[in-house]
């Protein structure tokens, strides 16, 4: 029974104990006491190094500058209590420096994290009120940007000509610094690359013996250097050529060869992928009669290489049946007659020339053949004129036509007693 009872009155204890720490707690806070505490080694950054200081011949030294501070900040023990001291960062202005030589600078800032108000806090102390820093002349020289190249292209591809960006870089620092450096390093992995490799590569200082050079002194121009090397390939690519079809002239009635039927090139993987043939252009059958050769001009994918050393191809091409026959025809139509207008075809009878396969010109007979005359052109005309006409032979064979035809056609005013006439009849 005792026992129970000592292990509750422990427990009332207990309690008892947390919650006057909670009110303790609370009524510090709501309070808003006042305290003090001191940040101990914040890191100092240095601004307008790499520009106002460098354009300046300047460049700060690491030895004989300050790299802490530690300072005393007064605020309530809430906003005490809740900044975090690795946030804190010490900022020193260098625009102002002029000359060499360990100075003392006053022009300091406290910055604070991202979020907190520095009304919040008041400084109230500081181990130095002003940052040491050195300056020393700066020296820069160029340096060349050596490959060390790992692995190969792939089987059946070769590597084009290496591009780095920058192709040199600029190094800057005390003279004992940047004297030893001969050139950088740079390792480019081409782990059977099929395409265009383009990496952004780390670098490493080397000396004339072949020594790595570790300085953190050294100032460089850029952090990475972008390698790009072009992966090539060669590729047998056929010629073609694109037929144009009409009536009476289909590519199915035609034979053709392309001399030479392909040609070798050579360039880059990723767009000579892509290209499965080379067009030589147009070729338009309407104006093909008879077996004929035709010149073009091979044109090359950009940026690639004719290994084949060939630039102009020939396309021989002819009919497989093709005849052509003159038909007379007598009937006429109008199309496009002005409103308010009669038109009469006075042409009785036109020869025209058809072509097509021997069987389907055979097919055709004059009365097969329809002549329609365009007065598109004649909204104001009156009177007699010669006008364009176009032929359609009225038949399921495929049959072209060959020239260009006119007809005479009559334009009256309609009237009462002159009705609507637009045929030849």
Known sequence: MKSKMSKRKSLYMALSILVAVVIWIYVDVSNDRVVTKEFKDIPIE???????LADRGLMRLEEGTDTSLSVTLEGTRWNIAKLDPSDLKVRVDLSTVTTTGVQNLTNYKLVFPRGVSTSDYKQVDASAYMVRVNIGELNSKEVEIRTEYVGSVAEGYTAGELVLSPAVIEIRG????IEPVSYAMVTINLDNAESTVSQSLNYQFYDKNGNVIEDSAIHASVEQVQATLPVNMTKELPLTISFIESPGASEDNVSWEIQPKSIRVYGDADRLRAIDSISLGEFNLANLRSSSEYNYSIPIPEGCENLSGVTWASLKASFKDMTSASLIASQFVCEN?????????????????????????????????????????????????????????????????????????????????????????
């Open 46 to 52: 240095f601004t307008y190094e790499d520009t106002v």
């Open 337 to 425: 007659v002005p409103e308010g207008k009669n038109a009469e075809v006075l042409t009785e009878e036109l020869e025209v020339v058809i072509f097509g396969t021997a069987d389907d010109v055979a097919a055709v007979s004059g009365a097969d053949i329809l002549v329609v005359a365009d007065l598109t052109d004649y909204s104001a005309a009156a009177g007699g004129y010669t006008v364009p006409a176009r032929v359609l032979v009225e038949t399921s064979g495929d049959i072209g036509v060959s020239g260009t035809y006119q007809v005479r056609v009559n334009i009256r005013e309609l009237t009462e007693e002159n009705e609507p006439n637009h045929t030849g009849e």
């Open 174 to 177: 005390q003279a004992e610094s």
